[in-house]
Protein backbone atom coordinates (compact mmCIF):
# COMPACT_ATOMS: atom_id res chain seq x y z
CA UNK A 1 0.00 0.00 0.00
CA UNK A 2 0.94 3.87 -1.22
CA UNK A 3 -0.59 6.65 -0.34
CA UNK A 4 0.44 9.85 -2.37
CA UNK A 5 -0.88 13.09 -0.22
CA UNK A 6 -1.06 16.64 -1.10
CA UNK A 7 -2.50 19.07 1.43
CA UNK A 8 -2.69 22.54 0.77
CA UNK A 9 -4.16 25.94 2.08
CA UNK A 10 -3.45 29.15 3.45
CA UNK A 11 -0.33 29.74 5.57
CA UNK A 12 -1.56 29.89 9.29
CA UNK A 13 -4.30 27.28 8.59
CA UNK A 14 -2.53 23.73 9.99
CA UNK A 15 -1.79 22.34 6.45
CA UNK A 16 1.89 21.68 7.41
CA UNK A 17 0.96 20.26 10.89
CA UNK A 18 -1.65 18.03 9.67
CA UNK A 19 1.31 16.61 7.14
CA UNK A 20 3.73 16.48 9.60
CA UNK A 21 1.20 14.39 12.15
CA UNK A 22 0.26 11.95 9.53
CA UNK A 23 3.71 11.47 8.51
CA UNK A 24 4.39 10.33 12.16
CA UNK A 25 1.39 8.97 12.31
CA UNK A 26 2.60 6.33 9.49
CA UNK A 27 6.14 6.19 11.46
CA UNK A 28 4.20 4.54 14.56
CA UNK A 29 2.81 1.84 12.23
CA UNK A 30 6.11 1.20 10.71
CA UNK A 31 5.47 2.24 7.47
CA UNK A 32 7.94 4.32 4.93
CA UNK A 33 7.50 8.11 5.33
CA UNK A 34 8.12 11.51 3.36
CA UNK A 35 7.20 14.83 4.20
CA UNK A 36 8.05 17.86 2.07
CA UNK A 37 6.84 21.20 2.66
CA UNK A 38 6.51 23.73 0.50
CA UNK A 39 5.66 27.39 1.74
CA UNK A 40 6.09 31.14 0.65
CA UNK A 41 8.23 33.16 2.37
CA UNK A 42 5.37 35.25 3.83
CA UNK A 43 4.22 31.83 6.02
CA UNK A 44 0.82 32.71 7.73
CA UNK A 45 -1.74 33.63 5.01
CA UNK A 46 0.21 32.56 2.03
CA UNK A 47 -0.22 29.98 0.22
CA UNK A 48 1.07 26.42 1.57
CA UNK A 49 1.37 22.64 0.68
CA UNK A 50 3.07 19.74 1.67
CA UNK A 51 3.19 16.22 0.29
CA UNK A 52 3.34 13.09 2.40
CA UNK A 53 3.76 9.66 1.24
CA UNK A 54 2.92 6.14 3.31
CA UNK A 55 3.94 2.92 1.89
CA UNK A 56 4.74 0.21 3.02
CA UNK A 57 7.22 0.01 0.53
CA UNK A 58 10.84 2.19 -0.20
CA UNK A 59 9.73 5.68 -1.36
CA UNK A 60 11.89 5.84 -4.63
CA UNK A 61 11.54 10.67 -4.65
CA UNK A 62 9.04 12.64 -2.42
CA UNK A 63 8.41 14.47 -5.54
CA UNK A 64 5.36 14.10 -7.22
CA UNK A 65 3.08 15.51 -10.14
CA UNK A 66 0.19 13.24 -9.63
CA UNK A 67 -1.69 12.22 -6.28
CA UNK A 68 -3.99 9.90 -4.73
CA UNK A 69 -5.37 12.34 -2.30
CA UNK A 70 -5.94 15.99 -2.43
CA UNK A 71 -7.06 18.10 0.76
CA UNK A 72 -7.53 21.36 -0.22
CA UNK A 73 -8.36 24.13 1.87
CA UNK A 74 -8.71 27.57 0.18
CA UNK A 75 -9.61 28.62 -4.02
CA UNK A 76 -5.92 28.93 -4.97
CA UNK A 77 -5.43 25.29 -3.65
CA UNK A 78 -7.96 23.93 -5.46
CA UNK A 79 -7.35 25.94 -8.58
CA UNK A 80 -3.92 24.29 -8.37
CA UNK A 81 -4.29 20.75 -7.23
CA UNK A 82 -7.57 19.58 -8.58
CA UNK A 83 -6.46 18.41 -11.75
CA UNK A 84 -3.18 16.59 -10.24
CA UNK A 85 -5.23 13.99 -8.63
CA UNK A 86 -5.66 10.80 -10.15
CA UNK A 87 -8.07 9.15 -11.92
CA UNK A 88 -10.25 7.54 -8.85
CA UNK A 89 -8.40 9.07 -6.40
CA UNK A 90 -9.68 11.28 -4.00
CA UNK A 91 -10.14 14.97 -3.28
CA UNK A 92 -11.48 16.45 -0.05
CA UNK A 93 -12.03 20.05 0.74
CA UNK A 94 -13.38 22.77 2.87
CA UNK A 95 -16.04 24.51 1.20
CA UNK A 96 -15.53 28.09 3.46
CA UNK A 97 -14.30 30.34 0.83
CA UNK A 98 -14.86 28.30 -2.11
CA UNK A 99 -16.46 29.76 -5.13
CA UNK A 100 -15.38 27.15 -8.24
CA UNK A 101 -15.81 23.62 -6.25
CA UNK A 102 -14.59 20.79 -7.98
CA UNK A 103 -16.04 19.68 -11.65
CA UNK A 104 -14.10 16.18 -12.20
CA UNK A 105 -16.32 13.39 -12.85
CA UNK A 106 -13.38 10.52 -12.90
CA UNK A 107 -12.18 10.83 -8.37
CA UNK A 108 -14.12 10.51 -6.05
CA UNK A 109 -14.86 14.18 -3.54
CA UNK A 110 -15.88 14.89 -0.36
CA UNK A 111 -17.11 17.73 1.51
CA UNK A 112 -15.87 18.84 5.44
CA UNK A 113 -17.11 22.16 6.83
CA UNK A 114 -13.95 22.12 9.16
CA UNK A 115 -13.67 25.97 9.69
CA UNK A 116 -17.72 25.67 10.41
CA UNK A 117 -16.89 22.62 13.08
CA UNK A 118 -14.42 24.08 14.87
CA UNK A 119 -15.83 27.01 15.47
CA UNK A 120 -18.79 25.55 16.79
CA UNK A 121 -16.46 23.64 18.81
CA UNK A 122 -15.25 27.09 20.13
CA UNK A 123 -11.70 26.89 18.81
CA UNK A 124 -10.75 27.12 15.19
CA UNK A 125 -7.32 26.14 15.34
CA UNK A 126 -8.38 22.65 15.78
CA UNK A 127 -9.55 23.54 11.93
CA UNK A 128 -7.00 21.17 10.67
CA UNK A 129 -7.56 17.99 13.12
CA UNK A 130 -11.48 18.30 12.11
CA UNK A 131 -10.22 18.13 8.37
CA UNK A 132 -7.85 15.59 9.21
CA UNK A 133 -10.37 13.30 10.62
CA UNK A 134 -12.48 13.56 7.70
CA UNK A 135 -9.19 12.30 5.53
CA UNK A 136 -9.06 8.93 8.08
CA UNK A 137 -12.93 7.87 8.04
CA UNK A 138 -12.65 8.16 4.00
CA UNK A 139 -8.76 6.56 4.16
CA UNK A 140 -8.19 4.81 7.24
CA UNK A 141 -4.50 4.33 6.51
CA UNK A 142 -3.62 5.30 10.04
CA UNK A 143 -4.43 4.19 13.16
CA UNK A 144 -6.13 6.91 15.69
CA UNK A 145 -4.13 5.71 18.67
CA UNK A 146 -0.96 6.43 16.36
CA UNK A 147 -2.65 10.08 14.92
CA UNK A 148 -2.68 10.90 19.03
CA UNK A 149 0.75 9.97 19.28
CA UNK A 150 1.47 11.73 16.00
CA UNK A 151 0.20 14.91 18.05
CA UNK A 152 2.06 14.40 21.04
CA UNK A 153 5.47 14.07 19.11
CA UNK A 154 4.53 17.17 16.67
CA UNK A 155 3.14 19.58 19.46
CA UNK A 156 5.31 21.28 22.18
CA UNK A 157 5.12 19.58 24.87
CA UNK A 158 3.79 23.16 26.25
CA UNK A 159 0.23 22.23 24.00
CA UNK A 160 -0.23 18.56 25.13
CA UNK A 161 -2.94 20.09 27.23
CA UNK A 162 -4.68 20.57 24.38
CA UNK A 163 -4.45 17.05 22.65
CA UNK A 164 -7.79 15.88 23.81
CA UNK A 165 -9.46 18.60 22.43
CA UNK A 166 -7.69 17.84 19.28
CA UNK A 167 -8.92 14.28 19.38
CA UNK A 168 -12.28 15.21 19.82
CA UNK A 169 -11.79 17.37 16.38
CA UNK A 170 -10.39 14.59 14.83
CA UNK A 171 -13.49 12.23 15.74
CA UNK A 172 -15.97 15.09 15.11
CA UNK A 173 -14.37 14.91 11.58
CA UNK A 174 -14.77 11.48 10.79
CA UNK A 175 -18.30 11.93 11.64
CA UNK A 176 -19.11 14.72 9.37
CA UNK A 177 -17.41 14.29 6.05
CA UNK A 178 -20.25 14.02 3.13
CA UNK A 179 -19.89 13.21 -0.47
CA UNK A 180 -19.96 15.91 -2.87
CA UNK A 181 -22.00 15.70 -6.04
CA UNK A 182 -21.15 18.26 -8.93
CA UNK A 183 -24.20 20.39 -9.37
CA UNK A 184 -25.34 20.36 -5.57
CA UNK A 185 -23.67 23.45 -4.97
CA UNK A 186 -25.68 25.49 -6.93
CA UNK A 187 -28.52 24.45 -5.43
CA UNK A 188 -27.93 25.34 -2.14
CA UNK A 189 -27.29 29.24 -3.52
Not at 99 to 107: E, G, K, S, V, Y
Not at 112 to 138: D, P, Q, S, T, W
Request: net charge neutral; charged share 20%.
Amino acid sequence: MTEEIIIAGFGGQGVLSMGKILAYSGIMQDEEVSWMPSYGPEMRGGTANVTVILSDERISSPYLKMYDTAIILNQQSMDKFEATVKPGGTLLYDPNGILQHPQRTDIKIYQIEGARIAAEMGNKKIFNMVVLGAFLKIKPIVKLDNVIEGLKKSLSERYHELIPLNKEAIIKGMGSVTPYTIGAQALLN
